[in-house]
């Protein structure tokens, strides 16, 4: 069982959402799979999973994401309507485990980012992933410390599943595509993110696509 908190096995849901359109849609799908137990607002700081439904990312979508952040009972999914790769690497930096398009979110795939996000997994779409690759391709490398040990916080083990993270390739994924058990996967996923002081392993693909690492 992940650290999320589960009822009967489910896993608990906070959604928020300014537009109650949005809202009424996300929970009407959820609410139809045995998998996910709603919590209302007074139970919201609780929930295991915390989804945000939204247009696009506004400074008030920010300091919601950041507030959440500091939740330590909740990972942070993210189902919007539009997001570029400036913006992506904003909610990651958020402490966002998962984003999922509006227009993609039907009841399977939301459920798929619910369990993912309460795995501790991330879940991204892979043409933003690609689109964030060239944005921070493009930043000044001149940031970087030339005499720091940035460049070689990875192993080569490390690099390469973390370059099939950025892919949007799961667990499972990569233990067959690495030839590692699942469990050392996750063994070695969870280092790099406790040795960098990272949150989850969207913000260390973020992290690492900003020092050139992957």
């Known amino acids: 069982m992940s650290r999320a908190d589960r009822t009967g096995g489910r ?73 570029g790769p400036g913006a992506l690497q904003r909610v990651i930096e958020c ?41 921070v391709g493009n930043l000044q490398r001149s940031a970087l410390d030339p005499g720091s040990l940035s460049l070689s916080t990875l192993t080569t083990r490390e690099a390469d599943m973390l370059r099939l993270v950025s892919e949007g390739l799961d667990t499972a994924e990569i233990a067959r595509k690495t030839a590692y058990s699942e469990r050392t996967v996750k063994n070695v996923l969870h280092e790099i993110i406790t040795r960098l002081q990272l949150r989850n392993r969207a913000h260390a693909v973020g992290y690492a696509l900003r020092n050139g690492l992957i």
């Not at 945000?52 to 952040?69: F, K, S, T």
């Not at 979110?105 to 964030?132: F, M, S, T, Y």
């Open 95 to 135: 402490g966002v485990a998962a984003v999922l398009r509006r227009a993609e979110a039907e009841q399977d795939q939301l459920l798929r980012l619910v369990l993912a996000i309460a795995n501790g997994e991330g879940v991204l779409p892979g043409d933003l992933l690609g689109k964030l690759l060239s944005h």
């Open 11 to 83: 896993v608990t849901v906070a959604v928020y959402a300014a537009d109650p359109v949005l809202r009424v849609g996300i929970v009407h799908q959820l609410r139809q799979r045995p998998e996910v137990d709603l919590v209302d607002d007074v139970e919201a700081e609780g929930a295991a999973v915390s989804l945000v439904v939204v247009d696009d990312v506004g400074d008030d979508v920010v300091a919601l994401l950041h507030r959440l952040r500091h939740n330590k009972a909740t990972r942070t999914g993210l189902v919007i309507g539009t997001l």
